[in-house]
Nanobody, 122 residues
Framework: QVRMEESGGGSTQAGGALRLSCEAT????????MSWYRQVVGKEERDFVS????????TYADSVKGRFTISQDDSKKTLYPQMNDLEHDDTAMYYC???????????????WGQGIQVTVSP
């Protein structure tokens, strides 16, 4: 079963930089598309940040374009968001997302990491 191990994050001041990592372990049944979402305090939904699809196409949310850059290792099992010029509004819990295999019935469902806190002081 695929597991997502998240690392990085922490706190910094506005204008600083952080790098996150999401490593997928185990056998990948459902493709190599990976993405990052974030959830801020007071919101129930997780907002898309950036991701890469199975074809290698990278997308970014408008709020992070020009500041965040994501890359994937050669094995396509690790996703690295480089977050530059961080803003206070970037403060959130960041979650890695990818499709995982659901044994009952046998199909792919969204899988989430446990989340990493990113805090940016004004």
């Amino acid at each position: 079963q695929v597991r997502m191990e998240e690392s990085g994050g922490g706190s910094t001041q506005a204008g600083g930089a952080l790098r996150l990592s999401c490593e997928a372990t185990g056998y990948i049944y459902c493709g190599h598309a990976m993405s990052w979402y974030r959830q801020v305090v007071g919101k129930e939904e997780r907002d898309f940040v950036s991701g890469i699809d199975a074809n290698g196409t990278v997308t970014y949310a408008d709020s992070v374009k020009g500041r965040f850059t994501i890359s994937q290792d050669d094995s396509k099992k690790t996703l690295y968001p480089q977050m530059n010029d961080l803003e206070h509004d970037d403060t959130a819990m960041y979650y890695c997302k990818m499709a995982i295999w659901f044994p009952p019935g046998g199909h792919c469902i969204p899988g989430w990491g446990q989340g990493i806190q990113v805090t940016v002081s004004p």
